[in-house]
Each structure stands twice: as C-alpha cells, then as structure tokens.
C-alpha cells in the first residue's frame, strides 16, 4: 500500500468514524473465513458494520472522533464492530457472538466517545 492508498483509507475510515454512537474492538484470530462472514451476517442483522481495520490507519483515522476513546485496544489483529445509530448494538451483538464462539476476543471499546472496557 503506497502513501496515497494509505491516505485515502484514512479518509474513508475517518468519514466512518465521524458518526460512531458506539464502537467494540476485538480480536478474531482463529476464526474462519466462513465464520468471520456468519459473524458480519448477524451483525449487520443488527445494524451493525464489522470491519477488520489496519491499526495504524485506524489511529490516525480516529482522532478527533467518538472513537479516539479506545485506540488503546488497537493492537494485533484488530476487527472493529461500530454502530452510527445504536449505541447498544455492537457491544450486544459482539457479546452474543463471543458467547458462542470462544475464539472471538473482545478488548475493548467506546461509547459515546468514552472509553469501555
């Protein structure tokens, strides 16, 4: 990814984050391909978005949004559940899904631009 790809990602994943009600970071190492897919199923179910974020990009994406608050939890590989109109919704949906599938590690997230963890 050169600096102009990675500038725009910025750009995109900022104009996302700008709306953030509600945001639950996770980490989805072991799951499978058709497991992350089931897992963006039920969360879109929801109204949810799920995305797998560059932790980098992601940070400085953040800043100056409701989602600056859980940066910290951006290490390793990182999925990101975020809501612009529910602020229970990922942390419902994203519990849920941990429940039943131990692979699937929350550590952390914001709500309403603070910090939950």
């Known amino acids: 990814m050169n600096r102009t790809e990675k500038k725009e990602e910025i750009d995109r994943l900022k104009a996302e984050f700008v709306n953030i009600q509600a945001a639950v970071v996770a980490d989805f190492r072991g799951l499978k391909v058709e497991e992350i897919n089931g897992l963006r199923n039920a969360l879109r179910k929801e ?33 990101l ?14 519990t849920e899904a941990a429940r039943t599938n131990d692979k699937l590690k929350i550590r952390g997230g914001c709500l309403q631009g603070k910090a939950v963890d």
């Open 81 to 94: 559940a975020y809501s612009d109109s529910s602020p229970v919704g990922p942390a419902k949906a994203m």
């Open 47 to 79: 109204g949810v978005k799920f995305r797998v974020v560059k932790n980098t990009l992601a940070r400085l994406a953040a800043k100056g949004t409701g989602l600056e608050a859980a940066v910290d939890a951006f290490v390793g590989p990182t999925g």
